[in-house]
Nanobody
């Protein structure tokens, strides 16, 4: 059974950095299209960054130039490097994965059938 486990969240001041990790167990992460999503209280879930099974990357406009998604196939781990963090980046961050490629995971979260439990990111001003 494939499982996703996020880590790396925490509390930082505005302008700081964090790196989130999503460890994939029970399967080969590189065969999945994967993404990072976030949700804060009272707001809808928002796609942040994604990488499909053939390596194509997409970002939400709100994080372009500040966040970088990457995947280490040897470690079966997905990362999200977050720089220049802003208070509005505060949210629970979730890792998600789905089989196959040919679609943008950010635009098609319904095709991602594996979700982690999330890691909290809090950015103070």
């Amino acid at each position: 059974q494939v499982q996703l486990v996020e880590s790396g969240g925490g509390s930082v001041q505005a302008g700081g950095s964090l790196r989130l990790s999503c460890a994939v167990s029970g399967g080969t992460g590189s065969s999945y299209s994967m993404g990072w999503f976030r949700q804060s209280p009272g707001k809808e879930r928002e796609g942040v960054a994604a990488i499909d099974a053939v390596g194509r990357i997409t970002y939400a406009n709100s994080v372009k130039g500040r966040f970088t998604i990457s995947r280490d196939s040897a470690k079966n781990t997905l990362y999200l490097q977050m720089n220049s963090l802003k208070p509005e980046d505060t949210a629970m961050y979730y890792c998600a994965a789905g089989k196959g490629w040919g679609y943008d995971p950010l635009a098609n979260p319904g095709r991602l059938d594996l979700w982690g439990h999330g890691t909290q990111v809090t950015v103070s001003s």
